[in-house]
């Protein structure tokens, strides 16, 4: 059970299965390349690739697209968001699969009127990270200049290995992390997901 591993060995683990999912070690690369302060690859495509790799899945069934998330606060500007993401288009063209690139300096000037619940203004893309419906969820990686790999996992990896979905009621409402969870119950029967406390 790699989530009763030594942490040294769940990060080693972690790096074995995510290099798996070639589209995803793609991503990676590129993103590198793009400069990005403060940038991880996050959320589905991470987790959901080590699900698919426990339940001997393809490594890329079922993710629909790939987050790369950066923190850029001397511009909040939807036009310098809009910048990064056409030249992000640019750098991912070709790869067949959807990569969404978002400034989280400025997710709370959009996330009330999508989410119905207001966000106080991120600190950095750990913070960011921090505030996924699911603390599962919670895992940002990326390469470093030197070719090492960042790995933010605040809530650890023993979830993320044991197929354990744990809500995480910091910002997002109920709604979003039960919607989320019934959409992956259907793709990964196999997951445990814990429910939203009363």
Known sequence: MIGRLPLDEQLAALKSVLSRN????????????????GWYVTAGCLFQTVWNVATDR??????????VF???SHDLSWEA??????AAGEAFA??????????????????????GTACAPHTSTEAAI?????????????????????VYAPHGLADVFNLVVRPNPV????????????????QWPELTVLDWPS
């Open 94 to 115: 070709g790869l067949g699969a959807e990569v969404e690139v978002r400034n989280e300096a400025r997710v709370h000037l959009w996330y009330e009127q999508k989410f």
């Open 81 to 86: 968001e809009d910048s990064v993401i056409r």
């Open 70 to 72: 950066y923190f850029d």
């Open 171 to 186: 910002l997002a409402p109920r709604e979003v992390y039960e919607t989320k969870t019934t959409r992956w119950q259907k």
């Open 22 to 37: 070639e589209v995803l070690l793609e991503v990676l690369h590129r993103a590198a390349g793009l400069g990005l302060p």
């Open 130 to 150: 921090d505030s996924f419906a699911a603390t599962t969820c919670c895992l940002g990686v990326r390469l470093e200049p030197d070719g090492r790999w960042r």
């Open 58 to 67: 393809h490594p890329t069934s079922g993710i629909k697209d790939y987050d």
